[in-house]
């Protein structure tokens, strides 16, 4: 590849392209917003932005935790990254873990996970299951409750191959 350096790192064997060009401006528009999304809620202009560029995703190292950072604050931002990331699991698997840590909302996981039916496989449904309802009763608070309930019709209508196993859950 003209241009082009290639750099193998450590034992996982990840490759970083030195490329000469440079990144173009939607790149590090995409980067700035990103960052920013982090930290407070977009507005409409910079959301859309930002979600026209998420192509750039993979090119930023997009972690799970950049991700549930973001889903603190936008749950349908963070959806979307989800949905754009080479590997929606991790993601999901970090939310489940700020959630059952108390530093995701309950709702903001209901969110990410109805957008991310088609990545969900049958263990992050049930650790998702698990979770929600231990959160739902523990805020003894009838809205969180009914607020899951709803999310689990959702999550089981809009994919009618998930299945809950009574005894995983």
Not at 52 to 69: D, E, G, K, R
Request: glycine share 4%; proline share 3%.
């Amino acid at each position: 590849f003209a241009g082009e350096m290639h750099y193998l790192l450590g034992p996982e064997t990840h490759w970083v392209t030195f490329d000469s060009k440079g990144h173009p401006k939607e790149w590090s528009s995409f980067k700035r917003l990103l960052i920013s999304a982090t930290k407070q809620v977009l507005g409409t202009k910079e959301r859309q932005e930002l979600l026209q560029n998420s192509s750039y995703a993979h090119q930023v190292n997009l972690t799970p935790a950049i991700v549930a950072s973001i889903a603190s604050h936008d749950p349908e931002v963070a959806a979307a990254l989800v949905a754009k990331s080479s590997k929606p699991a991790q993601h999901i698997h970090q939310l489940l873990a700020q959630a059952e840590a108390g530093n995701l909302a309950l709702s903001h996981l209901n969110t990410v996970v109805l957008h991310s039916v088609n990545h969900l496989d049958s263990t992050l449904v049930s650790k998702y299951i698990q979770l929600s309802c231990e959160k739902a009763m523990a805020a003894n608070d009838t809205a969180v409750v009914k607020g899951f309930a709803t999310a689990l019709h959702q999550l089981v209508s809009k994919n009618k191959d998930i299945t809950i196993d009574r005894k995983s859950v």
